[in-house]
């Protein structure tokens, strides 16, 4: 990192090689190293994000808020979908035109993604998978007695 250094981009929980959630002193460190040094935090949450990790968004276990976050995956469900979010100084930087794409504003993907929220709230997705979090790691607890079990963040099961 230097002068040159615009932002960090990361994933919130590292989801290629296994599953390794950012532990929070570490994630709250690159916050507070991003804002001292003037730069973005970008947080990748294609795979970690929209309800996967028990909240909408994994960064929201640690009380972080990125500068620029991703989503996808989960967003289409199975429909060929992504999009960034932006908010602060990220979220102006922008202005329609700048960005282009092939695909973009496909009026099936969009309305797939749109009903994908909607789902979520209505059928209170979050809570669930907490629910079915608690009881999936108290069965691998059970079968697998001999490892170590962890949670990087307070609520984790």
């Given at each position: 990192?230097?002068?040159?250094?615009?932002?960090?981009?990361?994933?919130?929980?590292?989801?290629?090689?296994?599953?390794?959630?950012?532990?929070?002193?570490?994630?709250?460190?690159?916050?507070?190293?991003?804002?001292?040094?003037?730069m973005?935090l970008?947080?990748?949450?294609?795979?970690?994000?929209?309800?996967?990790?028990?909240?909408?968004?994994?960064?929201?276990?640690?009380?972080?808020?990125?500068?620029?976050?991703?989503?996808?995956?989960?967003?289409?469900?199975?429909?060929?979908?992504?999009?960034?979010?932006?908010?602060?100084?990220?979220?102006?930087?922008?202005?329609?035109?700048?960005?282009?794409?092939?695909?973009?504003?496909?009026?099936?993907?969009?309305?797939?993604?749109?009903?994908?929220?909607?789902?979520?709230?209505?059928?209170?997705?979050?809570?669930?998978?907490?629910?079915?979090?608690?009881?999936?790691?108290?069965?691998l607890?059970?079968?697998?007695?001999?490892?170590?079990?962890?949670?990087?963040?307070?609520g984790?099961?």
């Amino acid at each position: 990192m230097n002068h040159k250094t615009c932002a960090v981009i990361m994933e919130t929980i590292q989801g290629e090689g296994g599953i390794y959630p950012a532990d929070p002193g570490f994630i709250k460190g690159v916050r507070q190293l991003c804002d001292a040094n003037d730069m973005l935090l970008i947080l990748d949450e294609i795979q970690c994000g929209l309800g996967r990790s028990g909240k909408m968004f994994a960064w929201q276990h640690y009380g972080v808020k990125p500068d620029v976050m991703t989503v996808a995956k989960a967003l289409g469900n199975g429909l060929p979908v992504g999009a960034f979010l932006a908010r602060g100084k990220a979220a102006t930087a922008m202005t329609p035109g700048d960005h282009g794409t092939t695909y973009g504003g496909n009026p099936l993907v969009t309305a797939g993604a749109k009903a994908v929220l909607d789902i979520f709230e209505k059928r209170r997705i979050t809570e669930h998978v907490n629910q079915v979090g608690i009881i999936s790691a108290r069965s691998l607890r059970s079968w697998l007695p001999d490892l170590t079990w962890s949670a990087p963040a307070a609520g984790w099961g």
